[in-house]
């Protein structure tokens, strides 16, 4: 069966193809894989592989288009996804500057790690010499965020980043935020949370690629919404971004139970809804838009019920 | 005059006549600019003030720290790849430090059990500085950030581990090392320390007795630069894949440092002492933890008997690594294992614990069977055999204090040191001790020697530099095969594994120096012809070889040389300690022409008496 | 084949989407489904209240879906993001918060209790795909379709636990028992950008670009998605986008119920084609 893989030989991408008996690999990794066909057919197909036990994140590749980490991919697992295939195409990471065939550049994302600071600062009452104090609960709490071994994988699929990552940071970058933010001995959030806000927190798609390509089931898509909740609490409001997710908090809670799209657009935008004028006339030609619900849409039965449930239930949160 | 440069002048400073890599404000920056000036010599090489080859916890460390001691100067992290892909990432039980002084425990009963568990080459005042610095370290790192699993009263949470007669190995869940080199990581990012990466380590110059740097290759770009520096820090790990792959570290731990600073005129001290881990898979020699005996699993020969009755029969299962691992190799010796050559292996079963508690409390085992082997563990047992684990010996510490080596700039840390703490054999828990606490004190010495030290001419560097560029032009042109090169590879770890593993004799270790003789010769006329520069890992395959040629040669002298049996060197025909003819370091050392020679220094006997090992 | 369902229309069939509504409406009783919409359903947060305050949209969907066992129906929804808000908070609640969250829904005397499984219209037709094929009156069979997953019908898979997520094939499986044919298309699983369409403009402008073009040149008819709001990116944004990237480009972007309705011979107005802002009036 046949490897097409995407090289890079530092001047110019290609393809190239190899090709292995199917019974050589079934029972290998994709690593296993990659492994082979270097030392037995290509010297000079590049990769990076460290642990091969899926701890140090070095091995990430895409297969078809799909990131994964190599080490932990089983050829058979793989045919199976696939639908026993004859052929795999074998890509770098995307969203990463390539350096040569599969193996790509970590600086920038290392400088966005930066950026959010990601080493705790803790509070006040902790010091070097006596430690912290921490409860088991807190540290579960946080524990999974630190399984991330920074292999890439979140990265490679992420819509906004393959469309723009001027003003983004990789889905990594913002579970590192997210676990510093969220540790019990961190003396502000803020230091973390704030730097994520201003390099596109509100930017995420929500296309949940990060979730689903994480190879230890970290979800950096709740993390951002982790996040977004906190900074909305602590009072960064301003904003496209939080007016946007408040609109529809405030039409469930407050209004009528449903989404109110004028009011959404009205309130997410205000003023500059006008520069949106193309498209509300664009709906209302089509008969989509009803220009009087922006005096509020019918209210849903029951919803004085929904609003003592949700009443409650912040009740019990603030014990 | 003494210069101090700060960050903005190093990379006004950073020169070389090659691409320029690319560069980022702020922490994580390239140490080259496409600009060729000038600094306060009249060589035109780049440099810096501390220069730190390796990105494990001790690398990390040892960042942060000489640039907290001093600030003003320029702190530069050299990685193989990218900073987190270390074998500090794969340590998994805990790392040792005594915080609970409640029951008993203290910082000298921990230096004793090390000690101990070190069969008595252990340096002992070194060691119980080292227990009272890892002590200190835990709580430090909790300050850093580290998550770890909690106690009741919401204090860091240990776990008993091999050779320690208290609880003192601290954990975080079942992944400690990679949380520790994380933790290290945020902490170097955060602090601002720079990066390069995708640069290997190709040698050390030292001129007039002093260090001047380092011999660098931009895997990237293939270009070959010296870089001066008035401290080196070679952080760079262990060196078990000399047995290629039956062992546990990474293909990036390939020794690169130790190697280096062999060929710098520094002893590689204790070369024989490597540590054997009883359970690694068998197609990889990956560790299986020693929680799946801990938990209650059974080994098993191909006559399906418990074979540790015979070997340790009150343990059992649980008996200390060394012994476990001998009677494994024994049975296999003795044709009452499975499989033959390499990939002999007896069995590891948990069967009988259930498929309920082998999800809750052994998923990471069972991941690992399916990975490699295709088995579950819940139908199944798992096959497994003795792996290399740990490297005790290593680059000569002449002060525990300063982790400075006899050359002047020279510093070390992490595994790729040896003191030695370690001693014949490492206990569980302080390999990551290890890392956290040598990292700091080579940081905070490296810094302190460069804030008084100058730059050098750099001279032996460039003849370094030029001879690796020669030789580079030579590997990588002509006519030849990187099959021959992998076979090299496999056959060098085939003859480790069967000459110098896990039981040694006379005859086997002669043999062996004659293979390596021979695997040498045919190295030295290695070609892999592959003319692209840009990212050429053929080359750095060869430069990795090349080490574990020359780390395996050290190794298989201080094995002949030593005749008695301590600690993970078991010698068959010397099958007793002899305390009174070796007591003391193996030190192999490269003269002027290249030849390795053996040598001897004293152990540091104080406060513990010498006596028999017993469990 | 489940013939009754607790319906789930979600907020923008009711106004933006009113031709899915349309659809659904004229579609069900020839498949033979009768869809009962749920009384009072709520929004389900749209991925977006959850960035608020997550504890409350979970409260409200807990509602949802209890107000769909009360029916003692299955709960089935046309909008993917429905989809995967409903499907979470019922793997959150079956996985423990079940307990507390009913100690809030009791004031309004609800009680959650996990008898109704979520499905969507996809999900459904897809299982049931030979039943669908021997109801088509109108064989698709010169229509070329470009088949948009969008991602919340696929991601995360172990959430949806229904298929795979990067090789998914439940709306290849329909679109052929409608006779249509599928043509490959580059972007089927890319992200059409509607929940971010506010605060990152560009970006998704130029991804909504990408996917028509991508469309385009696989010489696709029209584009079919299973979700409303992908069908409003694609559709209602489709000339802005265009303009941005300054392609010339236009596809008809319909909904799957609407190219249902097609192959059951149902007349366009009925399944409200002329609502969709590109021209899909050559699709009927």
């Known amino acids: 069966m046949k490897f097409i893989i995407d090289r890079f030989d530092g001047k110019k991408s290609y393809e190239q193809t190899y090709t292995v008996e199917k019974k050589d690999i079934e029972a290998l990794t994709l690593l296993g894989v990659l492994l082979l066909i270097k030392q037995k057919q290509d010297v000079t197909l590049n990769f990076t592989a460290s642990c091969r036990c899926a701890i140090c994140g070095a091995c990430g590749v895409r297969v078809n288009g799909h990131a994964y980490i190599a080490c932990d991919s089983k050829m058979t697992e793989l045919f199976e996804e696939y639908g026993e295939a004859d052929a795999f195409r074998i890509s770098p990471l995307a969203n990463f500057k390539v350096i040569s065939d599969l193996v790509v550049d970590w600086e920038p994302a290392m400088e966005n790690l930066r950026k959010i600071k990601p080493a705790l600062v803790a509070k006040a009452e902790f010091s070097e010499k006596e430690g912290c104090r921490q409860n088991q609960e807190e540290f579960d709490r946080i524990i999974k965020q630190w399984d991330c071994i920074l292999c890439g994988c979140c990265a490679s699929e992420c819509n906004k980043l393959t469309a723009d990552h001027a003003d983004y940071m990789e889905p990594f970058v913002f579970t590192h935020a997210w676990r510093a933010a969220n540790d019990s001995r961190s003396k502000d959030p803020m230091i973390h949370a704030k730097p994520a806000v201003t390099n596109g927190l509100w930017n995420c798609v929500h296309c949940q690629e990060c979730a689903n390509r994480c190879p230890k089931g970290i979800s950096s898509a709740d993390d951002i919404a982790g996040l977004r909740a906190m900074v909305l609490k602590k009072g960064l409001n301003s904003g496209v971004g939080p007016a946007h997710a408040k609109s529809f908090y405030t039409d469930l809670v407050e209004d009528s139970g449903r989404l109110n799209e004028i009011r959404l657009a009205l309130r997410t935008e205000g003023v500059s809804t006008a520069l949106r004028a193309g498209t509300a006339i664009t709906l209302m030609r089509a008969g989509k838009m009803n220009p009087l619900e922006v005096f509020g849409g019918h209210t849903i039965e029951g919803h004085k019920d929904l609003v003592k449930m949700i009443e409650a239930a912040k009740a019990a949160t603030k014990e | 005059m003494t210069e101090q440069f700060t960050r903005r002048e190093f990379l006004q400073s950073a020169c070389i006549t090659m691409g320029a890599l690319m560069v980022s404000t702020g922490g994580v920056e390239s140490a080259y600019a496409a600009s060729t000036t000038t600094a306060t010599s009249d060589t035109k090489m780049p440099s810096c003030d501390i220069l730190i080859i390796g990105s494990g916890g001790a690398g990390l460390r040892a960042a942060v720290a000489a640039m907290k001691k001093n600030p003003k100067l320029s702190v530069v992290v050299v990685s193989k790849t990218m900073p987190s892909r270390s074998a500090t990432t794969m340590a998994e039980g805990g790392i040792n430090g005594v915080i609970d002084f409640s029951k008993g425990d203290s910082y000298e009963l921990h230096a004793y059990d090390t000690v101990k568990g070190g069969d008595f080459l252990v340096d002992q005042d070194s060691s119980i500085k080292f227990c009272k610095a890892a002590g200190e370290a835990i709580n430090e790192l909790d300050y850093l950030g580290m998550p770890f699993s909690r106690t009741k009263e919401g204090k860091v949470k240990a776990r008993p581990f091999g050779g320690a007669s208290k609880v003192r190995c601290n954990f975080s869940s079942d992944k400690t090392g990679h949380i520790v080199a994380h933790t290290c990581l945020d902490d170097a990012i955060s602090s601002g320390v720079k990066f390069l990466m995708d640069h290997e380590l190709l040698d050390i110059g030292v001129d007039n007795g002093n260090c001047e ?22 952080a760079t790990g262990g060196y078990t894949r000399i047995f290629w792959n039956r062992t546990s570290t990474p293909y990036i731990s390939t020794g690169d440092g130790v190697a280096a600073a062999l060929r710098a005129g520094v002893a590689f001290k204790d070369p024989e002492m490597v540590q054997f881990h009883p359970t690694g898979v068998v197609h990889g020699g990956t560790l299986i933890t020693e929680a799946a005996r801990g938990e209650g699993g059974y080994l098993l020969n191909n006559l399906g008997e418990r074979f540790m009755k015979r070997y340790a029969p009150s343990k059992m299962e649980l008996g200390p690594r060394d012994i476990v691992a001998r009677a494994i190799e024994t049975e296999i010796r003795e044709g009452r294992a499975f499989g033959h050559g390499l990939e002999a292996y007896v069995l590891l079963d948990v069967r009988h614990l259930g498929k309920e508690k082998i999800i809750k409390d052994l998923p990471q085992i069972r991941h690992v069977g399916k990975l490699f082997e295709n088995i579950d563990l819940v139908d199944q047992p798992m096959i497994i055999r003795p792996t290399a684990h740990y490297s005790m010996g290593g680059i000569d510490v002449a002060k525990f204090d300063d982790m400075s080596t006899p050359v002047p700039g020279l510093f070390t840390a992490g595994e790729a040191s040896c003191v030695s703490i370690h001693g014949a054999n490492r206990l569980g828990g302080n390999s990551l001790s290890d890392a956290v606490v040598t990292g700091k004190i080579a940081g905070d010495g490296a810094a302190a020697y460069a804030s008084k030290a100058d730059f050098s001419a750099g001279k032996r560097l460039h003849d370094l530099a030029s001879q690796w560029n020669s030789r580079f032009k030579e590997v990588t042109s002509g006519s ?30 002669t043999s062996l120096g004659g293979s390596l003789e021979e695997l040498q010769a045919r190295y030295n006329a290695l070609r892999i012809p592959n003319p692209n520069p840009v990212y050429n890992t053929a080359f750095t395959e060869y430069v990795e070889l090349g080490n574990l040629l020359l780390l395996s040669q050290a190794a298989c002298l201080a094995a002949s040389e030593r005749k008695e049996s301590r600690g993970a060197h078991t010698r068959e025909d010397f099958a007793k300690r002899d305390d009174a003819n070796f007591l003391k370091h193996s030190m192999v050392t490269m003269n002027a022409s290249g030849k390795l020679q053996m040598g001897w220094k004293d152990v540091e006997i104080t406060q513990f008496k010498v006596e028999e090992r017993k469990y | 084949m489940q013939k009754e369902f607790a319906f789930f229309p979600g907020c923008v069939l009711t106004q933006a989407a009113i031709e899915a509504k349309m659809a659904i409406e004229a579609i069900a009783p020839i498949l033979g489904i009768t869809l009962k919409e749920i009384t009072g359903w709520s929004c389900c947060g749209a991925s977006q209240a959850q960035d608020v305050d997550p504890l409350a949209t979970l409260v409200a969907n807990a509602r949802n879906l209890a107000l769909a066992e009360k029916m003692n129906l299955p709960l089935l929804t046309t909008c993917s993001t429905c989809l995967l808000m409903l499907t979470r908070a019922k793997t959150q609640l079956d996985n423990g ?37 021997a109801k088509v009156k109108k064989p698709l069979s010169n229509l070329k379709v470009a088949v948009f997953y969008g991602c919340h019908s696929v991601r995360p898979q172990k959430d949806l636990n229904f298929e795979s997520s990067v090789n998914p094939t439940s709306f290849e499986t329909v679109v052929k028992a409608l006779g249509a044919q599928v043509v490959p298309f580059e972007k089927r699983l890319d992200c059409c950008g509607f929940h971010a369409v506010y605060p990152a403009e560009k970006s998704v402008m130029k991804m909504t670009s990408g996917i028509v073009n991508s469309a385009a040149e696989s010489k696709a008819d029209c584009v079919v998605t299973p979700c409303p709001l992908c069908q409003m990116q694609l559709d209602i944004y489709q000339d802005d986008a265009q303009a941005t990237t300054k392609s010339k480009a236009r596809v008809p972007v319909i909904h799957l119920s609407q190219l249902v309705g097609l192959a059951l011979g149902i007349d366009a107005k009925k399944l409200g084609l002329d609502y969709n802002v590109i021209d899909a009036s050559k699709l009927a």
Request: proline share 1%; charged share 25%.
């Open chain 2, 213 to 234: 740097g380092a011999v660098l290759r931009n895997i990237r770009t293939g270009d070959i630069a010296p870089v001066r520096a008035k401290s080196v820090i070679l």
């Open chain 2, 480 to 509: 030849g095969d990187a099959k021959q090169m992998y076979a090299i590879r496999e056959e060098l770890g085939a003859q480790n594994w069967d000459n110098m593993g896990i039981f040694r004799t006379q005859s086997k270790l």
């Open chain 3, 97 to 133: 918060q079940k307990e507390r969250i009913n100690t809030f829904l009791a004031k309004g005397n609800m009680d959650y209790k996990g008898t109704s499984e979520v499905t969507s219209l996809l999900w459904l037709l897809a299982q049931n795909a030979e039943e669908i094929k």
